[in-house]
């Protein structure tokens, strides 16, 4: 394992030079601010008659078309949709790249599964903050940052992995701690833990759990409160002790029936059916299935969309929030 800290790095080596952030939304915003409050020479570029354009302006920034920022620049690092990016290096970043330039990103989905080939005369590097924007630029205001992922797939000029660290440095990520991956290891990761664990995983438990108390008869907001509310305090202890410092600060009835019982909710069945998702990702089956799915228009995403927002649990909560002042 390999851990970069601010030490290891050093901002001069992009002193002359010009990062062009592609995209100003939850990454983009808070990267490039970062960046450009660290003294860097950062332009957004990004279209003229979308929502951030304004932003980005108001924000202070240097904006300019997606085009002209990805030719004013030496590092293009490309912070909009993963599902879009392919179609916009296409039409606007492509040609305006020059031999020695850095095309850079926060994730390895495009260039892992091929959807941008970049000419061989350049670097292609990662700086992959982990944690969403909002929290890249609280965390960086308030003097640190959160740890991130640096990898470099083309290393043209002999010192991509420097310059991939220090936009890393410029947006707070080296005070955490920077760790080196590969563009194969970060994208097949990011999506297994999307998937399986922190967005699909964790809310199927959340849902089954508050829909097997309900369904037994059990107040809703009771039932919120204990698989939903909860979760994020016990998420925290995780967070800042480990499983055993959570388990040490909950009941000793917590302890014993949640480890006595653990196993019958996450079985081998649920194991196996993981090792398959994971498959289907290693061999590019729901990368396939996603570009289909983005091309017809996100006809699947907008049905599942729906469906979401119709559960009782998100009429609870949303309610439950508001009364406990948790949310406006
Ligand atoms: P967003 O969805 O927040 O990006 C939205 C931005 O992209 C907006 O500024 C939007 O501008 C711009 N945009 C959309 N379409 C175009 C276009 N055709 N031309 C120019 N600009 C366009 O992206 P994220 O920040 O979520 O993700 C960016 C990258 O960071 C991805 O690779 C993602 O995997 C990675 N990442 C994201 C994390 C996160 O927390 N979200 C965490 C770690 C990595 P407009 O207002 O004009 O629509
Ligand atoms: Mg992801
Ligand atoms: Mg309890």
């Excluded at 599964?113 to 924007?133: C, D, H, L, R, W």
């Excluded at 640190?144 to 936009?167: C, H, K, S, W």
């Excluded at 017809?296 to 309610?319: C, D, H, N, W, Y």
């Amino acid at each position: 394992m390999k851990m970069y800290y601010e030490k290891d790095v050093d901002l001069n080596i992009l002193k002359d030079k010009t990062v062009a952030v592609i995209g100003y939304g939850s990454q983009g915003m808070a990267q490039s601010r970062n960046m450009h409050e660290s003294g860097l020479n950062v332009v957004v570029g990004l279209r003229e008659d979308g929502a951030s354009w304004k932003k980005a302006k108001n924000d202070g920034l240097n904006v300019m078309t997606v085009e002209d920022a990805a030719k004013a620049a030496d590092v293009i690092h490309i912070l909009i949709p993963d599902e879009i990016q392919g179609e916009v290096y296409k039409k606007s970043i492509r040609d305006n790249l020059e031999e020695g330039n850095t095309l850079s990103f926060s994730h390895g989905y495009n260039i892992h599964f091929g959807y941008i080939n970049a000419p061989e005369n350049v670097n292609i590097t990662m700086i992959a903050p982990k944690g969403p924007g909002a929290m890249v630029r609280k965390t960086y205001e308030e003097g640190f940052g959160v740890p991130g992922l640096v990898a470099v797939e083309r290393d043209y000029t002999g010192n991509a992995l420097q310059i991939a660290l220090a936009m890393g440095q410029g947006s707070g990520l080296t005070r955490a701690g920077v760790l080196e991956t590969t563009f194969k290891e970060e994208t097949e990761t990011d999506l297994f833990g999307e998937q399986a664990v922190l967005c699909g995983g964790a809310t199927e438990l959340i849902a089954a759990g508050f829909q097997t108390l309900v369904d037994a008869g059990y107040q809703p907001e009771i039932a919120y409160f204990e698989t939903c509310h909860e979760l994020k305090l016990i998420v925290d202890l995780i967070y800042a002790k480990g499983f055993a410092g959570m388990w040490n600060d909950v009941s000793n009835t917590a302890e014993y029936g949640g480890l006595a019982t653990r196993k019958r909710i996450i079985t081998d069945e649920t194991r196996a059916e993981m090792k398959k998702i994971l498959e289907e990702i290693q061999t590019g089956e729901f990368t396939r299935e996603w570009a289909t799915e983005t091309n017809a228009g996100s006809p699947m995403l907008k049905r599942l969309r729906t469906i979401e927002s119709e559960l009782q649990i998100e009429k609870v909560g949303a309610k439950l929030r508001k009364l406990c002042g948790l949310q406006k």
